[in-house]
């Protein structure tokens, strides 16, 4: 009776221990896997020129982790450092075949696919539209496009965002801004043209 209760003793301790750690330890694996996710989309955003929007980021990122907490509770046998490990080829993979115009595979089957091996890939409309502006003349790439407030690196005219109604202003040195309101959606089109 002395031992069981010894143990019992020792194990609540230990759950005690584990269920007082502090939000930030649960919190920095959440945090590093986002910051991965995030340095992927920029470099996948480097290579094509094409900008992924803050609210498309946030959007994408938290799909992502839906996307994460469905396949682990399917594929018990997928550990969470497998699914960490791939998260960031997930998004790019998942931008990198919406960008292209093919059908893209939904994050959780892109999950399975590249944790697993498996070449399974279940086709599903993308999240994310592109919304291109066309500038006159296009060059030099001098031009600078704010969209809902925030202004992109300038030369830069595709984005990846999300649905709704986008606040549009491009610059170009000493000339007359074009402003412009943008219904975006998925099927498009989804573009303005700006003579500057």
């Not at 759950?15 to 920029?42: E, F, H, M, N, W």
């Not at 994050?107 to 500038?135: K, M, R």
């Not at 709704?164 to 170009?172: A, P, W």
């Not at 040195?173 to 303005?192: F, H, I, W």
Request: charged share 15%; glycine share 6%.
């Amino acid at each position: 009776m002395a031992t069981f209760h010894r143990n019992s003793v020792i194990l609540l301790g230990v759950l005690l221990q584990v269920c007082l750690l502090p939000p930030s330890y649960a919190q920095s694996g959440k945090d590093s896997r986002q910051q991965a996710i995030l340095t992927g989309i920029q470099n996948w955003s480097d290579t094509t020129g094409v900008v992924v929007t803050k609210s498309a980021q946030n959007r994408l990122l938290g799909d992502v982790e839906i996307a994460r907490k469905d396949v682990q509770h399917a594929n018990p046998e997928i550990s969470s450092e497998q699914l960490d490990a791939v998260a960031p080829q997930v998004v790019v993979a998942f931008l990198d075949r919406s960008q292209q115009n093919r059908a893209t595979a939904s994050l959780p089957s892109l999950f399975e696919q590249f944790a697993t091996g498996s070449g399974l890939v279940l086709p599903s409309v993308t999240d994310y539209p592109t919304l291109v502006i066309n500038i006159k003349p296009p060059t030099p790439a001098d031009f600078v496009v704010t969209i809902d407030g925030t202004s992109f690196p300038a030369g830069n005219a595709t984005f990846r965002v999300t649905e709704g109604t986008k606040s549009i202003q491009v610059v170009r040195g000493d000339k007359a801004p074009c402003r412009a309101t943008v219904k975006v959606t998925k099927n498009g089109p989804n573009s303005l043209n700006c003579s500057l």
